[in-house]
Each structure stands twice: as C-alpha cells, then as structure tokens.
C-alpha cells in the first residue's frame, strides 16, 4: 500500500512564525503535491514537485514556498503564517504519468 | 474560475437506497476523472476513476458514469450504507497538466438508517 505521511495531524502557531509542515512518501513517486481544504472550496493546489529541487506553483502559492531535496520528501513553509492560513494541508503523489494521486492524513493548522 | 463544480454541498439518502453525487466541468482538455471519499479529519481516500474513453465504470457498489457532451459526470452507490457518510470530491486531469488534480467543492453524503 501506499504510504504518504504528514508529519503532525494538529498543528496550532501564531501569527508571524515561519511554519514548516513536512511531506513523505514510500512509494518512489515522481510527483508529490500540497493542497488545502477549505470548506465550500474544495482542494486547491498551492505548490507541486515532479522531481527532486524541482517546484511549479498551484492555484495559489502566495504565502507559501516549497522544498524537495529528497524525493521522498516534501516539505510546505509558510514563511509568515496569517490567520488566513488556518487551514486543513494536505499532501500528496503519483508516479510521474501516473493519473491516481494518494493523500496523506492530513495537518489541521490553526493560526491565532 | 471554478472548472469542477459541485453544485450540491450535501445529500441525505435512506439506507439501501441508491445515492447520486453530480459532478460538471468546464475544460475540454480533461480526459481522466476520479472521485475521492474524505472522513472528517482524515486524507481524501481514492475510490473509482474513469478516462474519457469511456462513459461507465464500475466497482462493487459504486459506479461512476461520464457524458462527455454534457461535461458532466456522476457517482452511483447502490446501496447506500451508513459507512458511505463522507464528503465525496469529484476531480479531473489533463494529461498535459503535469498530472495535477483539479477539485470540485464536495458534497456531504449522509446515509441515513
């Protein structure tokens, strides 16, 4: 099975901090991917990587950036969080090509 | 520019009974579509995918139907079971899209007893 691991499921920071939330993956994907979800908004994508030191932006990467050093890891840094960015993250991956992403459990970030 | 819409945010269906989940896109380059189910605080689960090659494709309960004209594409799950609660997210990609996924808003099923 398919294994992406978030590192915490709750998260809470206060406005200002630089965030760090981190991303592994067990199965040699390519491709690894940040959304957020919103209620009434869906998941949209802030930021993916379909290699290692490569990065593109998502629907909406302000506010944020990315690192992929490894290609199992993923990491998302919000490098002033907002109260705006209270949020559940969600990480995810796929086989280069491969049309089927997997998702992690999921990092609740609360910013007060 | 909302090009995966969910029109309905939640659906209540009895138990046994057949639930439907609506799902319409607007981009003409989509060819493959998946829905996902979310538990609250958990990952989004994948559950049946279909390519736009065809216009039906089944899995145990769940079938997932795709009319290319309309744009439009449906979840059946026959029968509905208490288990089946969750929010269902429909989402499409473009083959020269990297392989990003493009989300609908959800919909909230709810089965009840």
């Known amino acids: 099975d398919v294994k992406v691991t978030q590192s915490s499921r709750y998260l809470v920071k206060r406005t200002g901090e630089k965030v760090f939330l981190e991303c592994v993956q067990d199965?040699?994907?390519?491709?690894m991917f940040w959304y957020r979800q919103d209620p009434g908004l869906g998941l949209r994508l802030i930021y993916f990587?379909?290699?290692?030191?490569?990065?593109e932006k998502g629907d909406i990467p302000e506010g944020y950036s990315v690192s992929r050093e490894k290609k199992e890891r993923f990491s998302l840094i919000l490098e002033s969080a907002s109260t705006n960015q209270t949020s559940m993250y969600l990480c995810?991956?796929?086989?280069?090509?491969?049309?089927?992403?997997?998702f992690g459990q999921g990092t609740r970030l609360t910013v007060v | 520019d909302q090009q995966v819409k969910q029109n309905s945010p939640s659906l209540s269906v009895q138990e046994g009974r057949i639930s439907i989940l609506n799902c319409d896109y607007t981009n003409s380059m989509f060819d493959y579509f998946l829905w996902y189910k979310k538990y609250p605080a958990e990952g989004p689960t994948f559950l049946i995918s279909?390519?736009?090659?065809?216009d039906k494709n089944e899995d145990g309960r769940f079938t997932v139907f795709l009319n290319k004209s309309a744009k439009h594409l449906s979840l059946h799950i026959v029968p509905s079971q208490p288990g089946d609660s969750a929010v269902y997210f429909c989402?499409?990609?473009?083959?020269?899209?990297?392989?990003?996924?493009?989300f609908g808003q959800g919909t909230r099923l709810t089965i009840n007893p």
């Open positions: 989402a499409a990609s473009a083959i020269q899209g990297a392989q990003k996924l493009v």
């Open positions: 279909i390519s736009s090659i065809k």
């Open positions: 995810a991956s796929s086989f280069f090509g491969g049309r089927t992403a997997f």
């Open positions: 990587s379909y290699d290692v030191k490569m990065k």
């Open positions: 199965m040699d994907h390519e491709n």
